[in-house]
C-alpha cells in the first residue's frame, strides 16, 4: 500500500486525479512580480505541487508590503522579494523546484531568466502595463498560456489567455496599453487584500486548469468587492491582432534606454546605468569597504543596502551584483542618478 500523498486532498477532484497530478508536477509556473499577486499565486501553486517554480521581482520587502504580500514576515523587510518567497516557499514544500531572480523583467533577459526550461505558464504578478505586454509578447511567441491578473484598490481582473486555435491574445482585446499616468496605481488608490487573494485564485484556478488540459473559456473576469459587483466579458480574437495574427513582439523587441524607473508603491527609484544592454557588474565587498565609513551597510550573498542621510533625509541604497540600484527615499530620477553617481560610481 503505497502512503497517502500529501495531494490526496485535490487529486480526490475528477478535473485533477493522478493524471492530472502528474502533469502538475512536470509544469514550469514562472510568476514575474512577487507582490501580492506574485506572493499569492505563488503559494497556491507551490502547495499544489507545481514541479518548478520561477519567481522574478526586482524589489525588496517593505513594511508597507506586509498588509497583503502573504509569503513575507517583518524579518523580510530589506531582503530581495524573489529570494525571501523562496525561503518560504521551499519550507512549504520541498519536493519542488524553486528558482528566484532579483531582476528587472525586461525585453532583453525576459526570455534569458528561465532559458534552461521552457515555461508551461506565465503568470502576471506585475503593477505595470509595459511587463505585461512584454509577457503577451512571450506567450504568444512561444506558445505558452498567460495567466493575466490586476488589482487596484477593491478591483480586480483576471483572464487566461492560452495562444492558438483562434483564441485572443492580451492585444487582441487592448491592443495598445493604456498612456503612462492615466491609470490609478496602488500609490495614488491603495490596495485591499481580498481582492488581491481573489484575482490570485481566479490566476492559480485556471492555471491548474490547463496543466490538467482543460482550455478556460476566454473571459475576462471582473470584480469589484465594495459595492460587491462581478462580472465575466466575452473576449474575442481580433483578426488585425498585431502581435498573435501579425506576429509583432514590439514589447519583447523594443529597446529599453531609459536608465531609471519610479517603482509603483514606494518612494523608490531604480537606477541601472547602461541597464540590461551593457551589465556593468558591481564589487559588492568592495563597495560595502568604501561605504561602511559613510552609511550604516548590510551585505548579503544577494545585495548590499546601505542607509545614509542627504541633508535631512533618509536615502537607502540597495545595490544588486549586476550593477542595479533601488534608491529610497527619493521619486526624482535626477536625485536617484545623483545618489547612483556618488556612492557607487558612475
Ligand atoms: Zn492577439
Redesign the pocket.
Known amino acids: 500500500m503505497s502512503p497517502v500523498s500529501r495531494y490526496h486532498r485535490q487529486t480526490l477532484l475528477p478535473g485533477i486525479g493522478e493524471a492530472g497530478q502528474e502533469r502538475i508536477g512536470a509544469a514550469h509556473a514562472v510568476i514575474v512580480g512577487i507582490g501580492a499577486l506574485g506572493c499569492a499565486s505563488a503559494d497556491l501553486l507551490a502547495r499544489a505541487g507545481v514541479g518548478r517554480i520561477t519567481l522574478i521581482d526586482r524589489d525588496v520587502v517593505e513594511l508597507t508590503n506586509l498588509q497583503r504580500q502573504t509569503l513575507f514576515t517583518e524579518a523580510d523587510l530589506g531582503t530581495p522579494k524573489a529570494h525571501a518567497a523562496r525561503e518560504r516557499l521551499r519550507a512549504v514544500n520541498s519536493s519542488i523546484e524553486i528558482h528566484a531572480h532579483a531582476a528587472d523583467f525586461g525585453p532583453r533577459n525576459a526570455a534569458g531568466l528561465f532559458a534552461d526550461s521552457p515555461a508551461t505558464l506565465l503568470l502576471d504578478g506585475t503593477d505595470n502595463y509595459e511587463t505585461r505586454y512584454l509577457l503577451n509578447d512571450l506567450s504568444?511567441q512561444r506558445g505558452v498560456p498567460y495567466l493575466y491578473g490586476g488589482v487596484i484598490a477593491d478591483r480586480g481582473m483576471s483572464a487566461a489567455l492560452v495562444p492558438g486555435d483562434g483564441r485572443?491574445?492580451l492585444?487582441?482585446v487592448f491592443p495598445e496599453p493604456p498612456a503612462p499616468g492615466s491609470q490609478p496605481t496602488c500609490d495614488t488608490a491603495g490596495v485591499l487584500g481580498p481582492a488581491v487573494a481573489m484575482v490570485a485564485a481566479a490566476q492559480a484556478a485556471d492555471a491548474l486548469a490547463i496543466l490538467c488540459g482543460r482550455i478556460p473559456t476566454p473571459t475576462l473576469l471582473e470584480f469589484s468587492l465594495w459595492p460587491d459587483r462581478r462580472r465575466r466579458i466575452e473576449l474575442t480574437?481580433?483578426a488585425e491582432?498585431a502581435?498573435?495574427?501579425n506576429r509583432r513582439f514590439e514589447f519583447l523587441d523594443a529597446d529599453r534606454t531609459d536608465d531609471t524607473t519610479s517603482l509603483c508603491g514606494a518612494n523608490t527609484v531604480q537606477v541601472w546605468p547602461g541597464g540590461m544592454a551593457e551589465q556593468r557588474p558591481v564589487d559588492l565587498v568592495a563597495l560595502a569597504a568604501r561605504l561602511r565609513p559613510l552609511a550604516d551597510v548590510t551585505l548579503t550573498d544577494f545585495m548590499l543596502r546601505a542607509s545614509l542621510r542627504e541633508g535631512a533625509t533618509p536615502i537607502d541604497i540597495s545595490v544588486f551584483p549586476d550593477g542595479r540600484a533601488l534608491v529610497r527615499g527619493t521619486t526624482s530620477a535626477a536625485t536617484a542618478r545623483t545618489l547612483y553617481a556618488r556612492y557607487v560610481g558612475a
Request: charge should be positive.
Open positions: 504568444v485572443p491574445c492585444r487582441c480574437h481580433n491582432c502581435c498573435c495574427v
